[in-house]
Structures are given as C-alpha cells and as structure tokens.
C-alpha cells in the first residue's frame, strides 16, 4: 500500500507562478484535507473534502483552490503564488463516519515543501 | 471556537519521564490524539484516546484524559532520544469533521 503520495516534495516558484500540488491515496478514504505548516504555527487547514464532488474551506483558505473529481485525488491548486506561501503543506486522509472508520485517525502524506521567491 | 493549546518545548534527560500536557476547548470531541512528527518527515499517529476514557497505556505511552477541565497528556516512561520529535495534541468530533490540532511541543532529550 502506497498510502497518501503528495508530489512534488520540493518546489521553488516566483511570485505570480501557479502551480498544482498533488496528493492521491489508495485506500478509498473518503476524508481528505490539505494543511500547511509554518515554524511556531502548527498545522493549519486549508481545505478538506468529505467525498468527490464536496468541497469546504479550513482555516486559511485564501490563494488556494481544490477539487474533488475522484475518490483517490485532492489537487491543491496555488493560484498566484506569494512569498507568504512558502510552506511545507501536507496532504492527509480518513475514513468518515459513514465509512465505519472507528478511530478517525488521519493518515498523512511526507509533505512538499514550498519556496516562494 | 475550537482551540488546542500546548507548551512549545520540553527537555528531559535520557531514561527520565516525559510529560508533554495539552487543553482543548471543544467538549464535544470524540477522538482526542498525539501525533509524532520526526525531522523533514509527515505526521505520525502515536496514540489516540476516545473521550469517553479516562486512560490509555500502550507499553511506554500512558494517555490520561481529564473531561472535565479538558485536559490531555501524555506521559512517556523511560525516554530514550529517538523520542527527540515533535508532538502535536489534536481533536476531532467525527470523521466527517477537520481534525483541529495544537502548536506542537518539541521534545528534546538530552543523553
């Protein structure tokens, strides 16, 4: 089992640049969330998903935009990248309740990690 | 609003007890969590406590949950420095909600 797969795990852009941060996982999760974290910040939630075609905002969703075609894809889209979103972003998946998940644990991707220049 | 709050740092000596504390404020959580994230690496689940526990052992992991004043920890016996990581406390209502986590406390152990 490959898990959750973000790609790519490095990526420096220009200010202006866009750019799709991918993320697939292969054990039909319904749930699945992007979060970015920052030193001192923690984690904080961009956007999650609760199946295909469901979508909602997190936290600090403002310069991001996702999608959900598929089951397996959460395609994090930078729309005009700024220097205040370099950030290692990570990808993350569960099972929802209405799947029997009974723990409700989030199981993460390695992350990409972003420079905005 | 939801809020996890915990302690930023910890330095313990090796083979010494760990404590890292956590309050949240959502009494409505189900699952509360620790997480451990190693250098350059993604987020691991370490252990997980439903709310309606009180405690949680898992060989040298002892979770204790207090509801009332909405409390967590978790207390590592016998750190040893592969312990050295950051841990992130976090909550969740259900599996259909977003899992709110904490600043993280880093976890320093000193041979």
């Known amino acids: 089992n490959a898990g959750v797969t973000q790609t790519p795990k490095f990526q420096v852009l220009k200010t202006g640049q866009s750019m799709t941060l991918q993320c697939a996982q292969d054990?039909?999760?319904?749930?699945m969330s992007w979060y970015r974290q920052d030193p001192g910040m923690g984690l904080r939630l961009i956007h999650y998903?609760?199946?295909?075609?469901?979508?909602d905002q997190g936290e600090v969703p403002n310069g991001y935009n996702v999608s959900r075609s598929t089951t397996e894809d959460f395609p994090l889209r930078l729309l005009s990248a700024a220097p205040s979103q370099t950030s290692v972003y990570f990808c993350?998946?569960?099972?929802?309740?209405?799947?029997?998940?009974?723990?409700?644990?989030?199981?993460f991707g390695e992350g990409s990690r972003l420079t905005v220049l | 609003g939801e809020d996890v709050e915990q302690s930023l740092f910890l330095s313990v000596r090796e083979g010494d007890s760990s404590v890292i504390n956590c309050t949240y404020t959502?009494?409505?959580?189900?699952?509360l969590y620790w997480y451990k994230q190693e250098p350059g690496a993604g987020l691991q689940l370490l252990t997980y406590?439903?709310?309606?526990?009180d405690m949680k052992q898992d060989q040298r992991l002892t979770v204790l949950l207090n509801k009332k004043d909405k409390h967590l920890s978790l207390r590592i016996a016998d750190t040893q420095t592969g312990d050295s990581a950051i841990y992130f406390c976090?909550?969740?209502?259900?599996?259909?909600?977003?899992?709110?986590f904490g600043k993280g406390t880093r976890l320093s152990v000193i041979a």
């Open positions: 959502d009494s409505s959580s189900t699952y």
């Open positions: 976090a909550e969740r209502f259900s599996g259909n909600t977003p899992l709110v």
């Open positions: 993350a998946s569960s099972y929802t309740r209405g799947q029997g998940g009974v723990t409700g644990e989030l199981f």
């Open positions: 054990m039909n999760h319904e749930y």
């Open positions: 406590i439903f709310s309606n526990m």
């Open positions: 998903s609760v199946g295909a075609g469901i979508t």
